[in-house]
């Protein structure tokens, strides 16, 4: 089955259909959030993930539930088109998460590559995108999608970027 989704922070109860009480709840990840043991009531934490959450009545009887902690959306600032006919750079900066991330591209078209014709770093909450090669005419408009991921939350932001062929 499909895991029950709430935000970072969120609370929710669960609750049983039948059983015999007193039931006890745990939960198999804490580092998503916590559960109260006689009552239900589930807190999620700052840190995205999926836990088991199990129900076990006064007979033995057990029933679980997935539940899945979404991350946050990062924030990013920055333009989103790149028009020009030289090499650029773009400069994508974080206004929220940790500053501890990861940065990747995936690019439309399979002949404009990183390393080749852009490179991706990362400077704290900063991620610099720099195009070295513009697309080629057969190559057509390029979009870049930009992937940033906090990896202390979990928290994922992205942004594409159209970057326009040289016309060569």
């Known amino acids: 089955t499909n895991p029950i989704q709430i935000g970072k922070a969120g609370d929710l109860t669960f609750t049983t259909l039948g059983g015999t009480t007193p039931v006890t709840w745990s939960i198999s990840n804490t580092t998503v959030g916590a559960i109260v043991t006689d009552t239900g009531v589930f807190t999620a934490t700052a840190f995205a993930g999926t836990a088991t959450i199990t129900v076990v009545d006064a007979v033995g009887d057990t029933a679980t539930a997935a539940i ?14 790149i028009d020009t006919q030289a090499a650029s750079t773009y400069t994508a900066t974080l206004t929220s998460g940790s500053a501890l991330v990861t940065a990747s591209v995936a690019s439309s078209v399979t002949t404009y590559i990183e390393d080749t014709d852009f490179t991706v770093a990362v400077a704290a909450n900063v991620v610099t995108l720099t195009i070295t090669d513009l697309p080629e005419l057969l190559q057509g408009d390029v979009t870049l999608t930009l992937t940033i991921t906090d990896t202390v939350g979990g928290d994922v932001g992205a942004v594409v970027i159209s970057v326009l062929n040289d016309g060569t």
């Open 68 to 81: 899945e902690v979404l991350p946050a959306l990062l924030v990013i600032e920055g333009p989103n088109i």
